[in-house]
């Protein structure tokens, strides 16, 4: 399956996801730019329904594309597992440190810390709570990409009984 035949299938899983469980979530558009063990990279246009009145992109869509770098790096080490864990996130904070004004991609690489914690989790009868990270940046004109916000999110997880 070719690389881009595979980005595809994943962003429309993402958006199905979105529109069944989430719907806020589909609102933004996200789409996988890349998605191994180890990274995952989500893109999130600035569109008018990501916008704020500044003309950069809003604070919640921000957000939401924490939550999908995130959970779907997350969700993907889950599935590899081939076990049922309960995903769910318990803290997050966000520094802002530039408007980004055009598409924001959201990279995630903690795919082998979280391949770790689902292992623990697997092994346990307690919820594991452990931080993970996301950068978004805007990709620059020479293809080089300039953070505008890190995110901590503390990713819980406990086997299902």
């Known amino acids: 399956m070719s690389p881009r035949f595979e980005r595809m299938k994943q962003t429309f899983g993402m958006r199905l996801f979105g529109w069944l469980k989430i719907p806020l979530l589909a609102s933004v558009r996200p789409s996988v730019v890349e998605l191994t063990?180890?990274?995952c990279?989500?893109?999130i246009p600035l569109r008018r329904w990501t916008r704020n009145?500044?003309?950069s992109?809003?604070?919640g869509a921000l957000a939401i594309g924490a939550d999908c770098a995130g959970g779907l790096l997350a969700m993907d080490q889950i599935k590899r597992s081939g076990q049922a864990v309960s995903l769910v996130f318990k803290a997050f904070q966000a520094t802002f440190l530039k408007r980004p004004e055009s598409d924001v991609y959201f990279i995630c690489e903690?795919?082998?810390a979280i391949r770790d914690q689902v292992r623990r989790a697997l092994?346990?009868?307690e919820r594991l709570t452990e931080p993970m990270?996301?950068?978004a940046a805007v990709k620059l004109p020479d293809g080089s990409f300039e953070p505008v916000a890190e995110f901590a999110?503390?990713?819980s997880l406990k086997r299902k009984a």
Do not use: K, P
Request: cysteine-free; hydrophobic content about 40%.
């Open 37 to 39: 063990d180890t990274r």
């Open 123 to 125: 092994a346990s009868e």
């Open 57 to 59: 992109m809003y604070f």
């Open 41 to 43: 990279v989500v893109r």
């Open 153 to 155: 999110l503390e990713l």
């Open 53 to 55: 009145h500044l003309g």
């Open 133 to 135: 990270h996301i950068q």
């Open 110 to 112: 903690e795919g082998a």
